[in-house]
């Protein structure tokens, strides 16, 4: 083993995530929180910071915050309370933000990583967004504030991460637990899912290093492009004998480094102050307890109960927990149907594709519900449809009303099993094709193929290929 | 520790974004030292644990239609194509 | 009726005679707007005038009264507004030139009360700046004046409301009181100024000094007003997470004052108070004890450290409420050196005026890193304290009673240039303040000052939600004194 210098250095990552809560209002104004409208249409005097507006608590924010926090397992504060944190920034319209800074929701909590390793939470708080900022139009800064004060928790991850593979997955897992909790949609293109990374390089036994935050991470794949570089920098730097700085750094993604935003100073004294114009979050038992019982199963636990009670594979069991609404579909299915597995091959292949290439929310939106797959898995299993036609009746089925049933009378997809019909074309099939009777006669068995390749055609596609296979073999001994 | 000096309270009006002159901040930190000053005694009380607020007021989850832009975009200092305008600036915070 | 009486008459009965029909709305609006022609150059209270909007109202509400709409309570009462009362459309300055010309998108909630009870708003009136002053001597755009000597000031912040309801330009106003702001003003100018226990009356369009103090407060010429004002505006808000959830304040029938126990804290008789002031509340305590009440003299000791206590938290407050006003969204734009922070100085800058710096600068030393700990952190254990020893003396008295003021109306000019001494005239309205408890400043007598006599204030404080008790022990003062009664007589000044 060669030694490398670079072998002494441990890394230690760790995240802050920001999530929006997915309410229908803003966390203190009865605004829209949707994204994509117009600059400053989802706006009024509380969001726009308007003298003598007064902010007032969304209580659905409160309890998907709450859900986020029992679903990670955090120890739920039940008298939280709101800070107000001061800067100056356009974006920020009353000059604070309000945040929980003393009294966060929720303290501790902990994420399994798919290495089996347990990442510990510091907190989650809920807080207001800013506005938005728009640099890249023209000689001026553009203010929208329709996603002032948008709903957000920050989860704070202890750091604990060794890796930038460790620190994407510790992401996949969180946005993968936020969204079956029903929290949040967690897409980081809308920017309900943002990421802050702090890293820090040290030699191992020695205390920890200088960190550097990073921002702008607004991809999973950012997040580990960005590690791998603000890393090589800074062990760079370290090797060189040189400092690492104490600062804050933007990912450029387009130049794939990272640059100088700001340096730590007397700048951010934030004067946190308690909120004034809010009481105590107050929460009571039997709402914890309530929300505890509503909390939907997780997906990892499904998958690994689909894996040991249905005899899923590990792939298929990952593909259907790739959203919730695939997962229930796959669920509902199942239980439908009585057939797991077919569910599942239907679901993670020819379905799954169909969702996401439609941009879909589920399969549902697509004519897919949970009824009409197993109508079809039940016509594939009484042998009232080939698989291959089955494959077309999926297609018919997709955004029609009418039942699969009526779909397979309707498009001639019903397998023919009929005996007197399937032998006039296998003896059809044979008298076209004498040579791969002879064959298999003579005990090519592969030949019979070729006939049933025939049938198949005559027929439309419609022969049972079963039952055809059954009668042309009979057909060819029978004849000599 | 009740006298401001000309640097602390330097340090205040940037955190403030306030930019008196000079006179001004000689005069201001006169005026704070004395205030404290007088305030002394407040420093040295011991004072309970402060009283915690009612619960909160919350609303339920209902979004109403915001106000016409037209409304306060008139009355921004600039405004372009429904943005508020500032000068060139990149940074921020969350 | 005959036109000429309708500003003689308090708010009460000028609602009553428009809802019964016995006298237009149209007319007494042009009563009060004659007056303020004739007088308010004398007085500067006016900020803005509403007219064109006072006589629409008018108007409608004589229309209703012609196809018997049922009468609201205020019914063509004429009223000022404190400029920092949001009222969609009109200037609402707030007397800084941080928010010259700005005019809100909504209207508060008080506001909205007041115009459906009937209320007819005919301005706005001036201010300290961001209500933050004692003498109305750091407005922006005006130097109001006390009726009772224009040499004098009318108190602050709630200054214009005050002087023009003392001068009877109008029956009724509405102001704020974060620290005083209102019975200090009435106390100065002999009228009745009321704070409604904290989070009584909604906050919303209300702008903001130090919300954990603010409140608005009811100005007018008797108890019975201010009961009629406090019903229509009163009952829980769900604008304002802070406002109390309970329904309006109905005023209560006549109380027996005979037994009522009223505690007089040792502190409010203090030796800084002038020996006037002492003589005339000394002389209501008497007034009060020949009515049956009993006199419990009592202390409460952490008053002591109310001023610095007040000032800590207010300023705190007062600095984060200040920092949406960054040249953004609203307000008048200062370049400065064209960055987006060299322009957010500048415009704060130049937007605010001294005393608004100071307490902005002052605020954010109390709050910083290093030192909020041993300042901000400190007077929110004295507050809790003082709230404390407030809830004890209500264990053993039913109202409080002590001057509102330690001296009458001071001179113009007098204090402006020493700060602290400006603080101090708040000692004895900030203890109720911090303890977000109901009081009220009424007349209790004069102080001569040379040819002069200058109106002095009693202060009556009463426990957490107790407004509608408090109010009703006021009423019975005010019903067996005369002092309310007097008039100012402005003209012989000119
Ligand atoms: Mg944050
Ligand atoms: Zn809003």
């Known amino acids: 083993m060669v030694f490398s210098p670079s072998m002494l250095w441990r890394t230690v990552i760790g995240l802050e995530v920001h999530c929006q809560l997915g309410t229908r209002s803003k966390l203190f104004c009865p605004c829209p929180a949707a994204f994509g409208a117009p600059p400053n249409t989802h706006v009024c005097p509380v969001c726009l910071g308007a003298p003598g507006a007064l902010p007032v608590l969304n209580r659905e924010a409160v309890r998907l915050a709450l859900r986020a926090a029992l679903a990670l397992g955090c120890e739920v504060d039940r008298a939280s309370r709101f800070d107000r944190k001061h800067y100056f920034y356009c974006d920020l319209p009353k000059g604070y933000q309000i945040s929980q800074y003393a009294r966060p929701l929720a303290r501790g909590g902990e994420l399994a990583l798919a290495s089996g390793k347990r990442v510990h939470l510091r907190r989650i708080h809920l807080e207001e967004d800013a506005g938005k900022a728009i640099h890249d139009r023209g000689a001026h800064t553009l203010v929208d504030l329709n996603r002032a004060g948008v709903p957000l928790i920050e989860i704070v991850g202890e750091p604990e991460l060794g890796t930038p593979e460790e620190a994407q997955d510790f992401l996949t897992r969180l946005r993968e637990t936020l969204v079956f909790a029903g929290v949040s949609e967690c897409d980081m293109e809308k920017g309900s899912l943002r990421c802050d990374v702090n890293v820090s390089l040290h030699r191992r036994g020695e205390p920890l290093g200088t960190r550097v935050e990073l921002k702008n991470l607004n991809s999973f794949r950012n997040v580990g492009a960005a590690l791998e570089r603000e890393i090589a ?31 730590k100073e007397d700048e951010d004294d934030y004067r ?209 | 520790m009740s006298s401001v000096d000309l640097e602390t309270l ?85 | 009726m ?135 001597e750091n407005s922006a755009f005006a130097r109001t004046r006390n009726p ?30 974060t620290g ?123 008053t002591a450290l109310a001023i610095a206590c007040y000032y800590v938290v207010a300023t705190a407050e007062a600095a984060s409420n200040l920092a949406r006003y960054d040249g953004v969204r609203y307000g008048p734009r200062v370049a400065g050196d064209g960055t987006l922070a060299g322009m957010q100085a500048a415009t704060r800058t130049a937007g605010f005026g001294p005393e608004v710096v100071r307490r902005i600068l002052l605020g954010t030393y109390v709050l910083s890193r290093d030192y909020q700990a041993a300042w901000y952190g400190r007077a929110t254990g004295v507050r809790a304290a003082l709230a404390a020893e407030f809830r004890a003396a209500f264990e053993r008295v039913d109202v409080l009673a002590g001057p509102t003021t330690p001296t009458p109306a001071f001179r113009l000019g007098e204090k402006s240039a020493d700060p602290l001494a400006m603080y101090l005239s708040d000692a004895l309205t900030v203890p109720a303040s911090l303890a977000g408890l109901p009081a009220i400043s009424v007349p209790a007598g004069f102080a001569r000052e040379g040819q002069r006599e200058l109106p002095v204030g009693l202060q009556l404080t009463g426990p957490h939600r107790g407004d509608a008790h408090l109010l009703a022990v006021a009423r019975a003062f005010q019903e067996a004194t005369e002092h309310h009664l007097r008039r100012p007589a402005l003209a012989e000044q000119v």
């Open chain 1, 272 to 480: 946190y102050l308690p909120e004034p114009d809010l009481g105590v979050v107050r929460l009571g038992e039997e709402e914890l307890a309530r929300e505890q019982a509503a909390l939907p199963e997780p997906a990892a636990a499904r998958r690994a109960r689909w894996q040991s009670e249905l005899g899923l594979s590990a792939y298929d069991a990952g593909v259907l927990t790739a959203t919730p609404a695939l997962a229930e579909a796959f669920e509902e299915t199942a239980r439908l149907s009585g057939a797991p597995k077919e569910a599942a091959n239907w679901l993670a292949n020819d379905v799954a594709a169909a969702v996401t290439q439609a941009g879909a929310g589920g399969p549902r939106e697509l004519g897919y519900g949970p009824e009409r797959l197993a109508a079809l898995i039940a016509l594939v299993g009484a042998g009232r449809v080939s698989k291959s036609g089955a494959k077309d009746l999926l297609a018919a089925m997709r955004g029609n009303e009418r039942a699969p049933e009526a779909l397979l009378t309707e498009l001639g997809l019903a397998q023919v099993s009929d005996e007197g019909e399937l032998e006039a074309w296998c003896r059809g099939a044979i008298a076209a094709a004498a040579r791969a009777a002879a064959d298999v006669r003579a005990g090519e068995e592969k030949a019979l193929g070729a006939l049933l390749g025939k049938v198949m055609a005559a027929s439309g596609r419609r022969a049972n290929p079963a039952r055809a296979r059954e009668i042309l073999l009979r057909l060819i001994r029978e004849e000599p």
């Open chain 3, 2 to 136: 005959s036109t000429d009486d309708s500003t003689e008459l308090d708010a009460s009965a000028l609602a009553s005679a428009h809802a019964q029909g016995a006298l237009a709305a149209c007319a007494t609006l042009e009563d009060t707007l004659a007056s303020l022609d004739a007088l308010d150059p004398l007085l500067e209270s006016v900020a803005v005038r509403l007219d064109q909007l006072a006589r629409t109202t008018a108007e409608r509400l004589d229309g209703a009264r012609q196809h018997e709409f049922p009468a609201g309570p205020l019914c063509g009462v004429p009223v000022m507004l404190k400029s920092n009362l949001c009222l969609a459309g009109v200037e609402t300055n707030c007397g800084s030139r941080a928010l010259a010309g700005y005019r809100p998108p909504y209207t508060a909630t008080v506001v909205e009360r007041l115009l459906a009870a009937g209320a007819v708003p005919v301005a706005m009136g001036h201010m300290d700046e961001f209500a933050m002053g004692s003498s109305g």
């Open chain 2, 10 to 94: 330097r340090t205040l009006a940037t955190l403030a974004r306030l930019t008196p002159s000079d006179a001004e901040l000689t005069r201001l930190a006169a005026d704070l030292g004395r205030i404290l000053e007088a305030f002394e005694a407040l420093a040295q009380a011991p004072g309970p644990r402060p009283d915690e607020p009612p619960a909160t007021r919350t609303r339920a989850d209902r979004p109403v239609p915001a106000l016409d832009p037209e409304a306060f975009l008139a009355a921004a200092p600039a405004h372009e194509g429904g943005f508020f305008v500032v000068p060139r600036t990149v940074g921020g915070e969350t």
């Open chain 1, 233 to 263: 920098r800074q062990r760079a730097l370290l090797e060189a004998g040189e400092r690492v700085q104490q600062e804050t750094r933007l990912y450029d993604a387009a130049r794939g480094e990272t640059r100088v935003m700001r340096a």
């Open chain 3, 180 to 302: 005083g702001s209102v019975r200090q003003p009435a106390a100065l100018c002999g009228i009745t100024g009321f704070k409604p226990t904290y989070g009584r009356l909604s906050r919303f369009g209300l702008v903001a000094f130090g919300s954990s103090l603010d409140q608005v407060g009811i100005l007018a010429r008797s108890v019975r007003d201010v009961e009629l004002a406090l019903e229509a505006l009163s009952g829980a808000d769900g604008r304002d997470a802070t406002s109390l959830d309970e329904p309006p304040v109905v005023r209560l029938d006549a109380v027996r004052l005979a037994g009522l126990r009223v505690g007089v804290p040792a502190e409010a008789f203090g030796p800084g108070l002038d020996p006037r002031v002492r003589a005339a509340c000394e002389a209501a305590l008497e007034r009060l004890e020949e009515l049956g009440c009993v006199r419990v003299p009592l202390s409460l000791p952490s």
């Open chain 3, 148 to 177: 009772w000597d224009l040499a004098r000031t009318p108190g602050g912040s709630s200054s214009g409301p005050a002087a023009a309801v003392a001068a009877g330009l109008v029956p009724l106003a509405l102001g704020s009181d």
